[in-house]
């Protein structure tokens, strides 16, 4: 499972409150990034790294903010959790390279209530 | 960026049948196109991929054909046996916002029954 481990696995809070998920990997994978899964819309992503305090946003990235300080760890914050932000998190790292590879290795994922 | 359709949505088919699930998408730029597996609370793991330069690729019961001129891809898993009811999930990359990221179709929960 490409060492990479997320923290916590379920997590449960009230609406207003500021929430931060952590990813961390072992396999210095270059690149890191957040889904998000809901039923019927697959995974879709919120932000990725693609190296050391170098962000990118995604298609779903309105109320994220993520941040990178060490190539092993990237961590995903909603500033102000909302019931909209109920859902399951991967994390996922990839050995992306000059010829373009782009095989993703998923975390086990968090799964987030907003209550 | 990418635009990537799944289909179908759910697929039940019975032990010992084939299974086939089809993607489009939308960048005729795109040269990946990998396959992954979700089982029921797990992590999607990557089953098969293949690149432009080919068109099929096998692993043991499973295959993925590529049309690049019709922009679709299918995933084909033969001789199905009640372990390979999942989610499967297919992507392509996302090249047309510069973003070094994938694309994921909605999903097949594929029902395998015995």
């Known amino acids: 499972d490409a060492g990479i481990t997320q923290s916590p696995r379920h997590k449960v809070t009230e609406t207003g409150t500021p929430v931060t998920l952590r990813c961390h990997q072992t396999?210095?994978?270059?690149?890191m990034y957040w889904y998000r899964q809901d039923p019927g819309h697959g995974l879709r992503l919120i932000h990725y790294?693609?190296?050391?305090?170098?962000?990118d946003k995604g298609e779903v990235s309105d109320g994220y903010s993520v941040s990178r300080s060490k190539t092993e760890d990237f961590l995903l914050t909603l500033e102000s959790a909302t019931s909209s932000q109920t859902s399951v998190y991967f994390c996922?790292?990839?050995?992306?390279?000059?010829?373009?590879?782009?095989?993703?290795?998923f975390g086990p994922g968090t799964r987030l209530t907003v209550t | 960026g990418e635009n990537v359709e799944q289909h179908p949505s759910t697929l039940s088919v019975q032990e010992g049948d084939s299974a086939v699930i089809k993607c489009t998408y939308s960048?005729?730029?795109?040269?990946?196109f990998p396959w992954y597996k979700q089982e029921l609370g797990k992590r999607p793991q990557l089953i098969i991929d293949?690149?432009?330069?080919?068109g099929e690729k096998k692993d043991q019961r499973i295959a993925v054909t590529l049309n690049k001129t019709a922009k679709h891809f299918s995933l084909h898993i033969t001789e199905t046996q009640p372990e390979d009811s999942a989610v499967y999930f297919c992507?392509?990359?996302?090249?047309?916002?510069?973003?070094?990221?994938?694309?994921f179709g909605s999903g097949t929960r594929l029902q395998v029954q015995p």
């Open positions: 790294s693609y190296g050391v305090k170098d962000t």
């Open positions: 992507a392509a990359p996302d090249r047309a916002t510069g973003r070094r990221a994938l694309t």
């Open positions: 293949i690149r432009s330069n080919v």
């Open positions: 960048d005729s730029a795109s040269n990946y």
């Open positions: 396999e210095n994978h270059r690149y």
């Open positions: 996922a790292t990839s050995t992306h390279s000059g010829t373009e590879a782009y095989e993703q290795y």
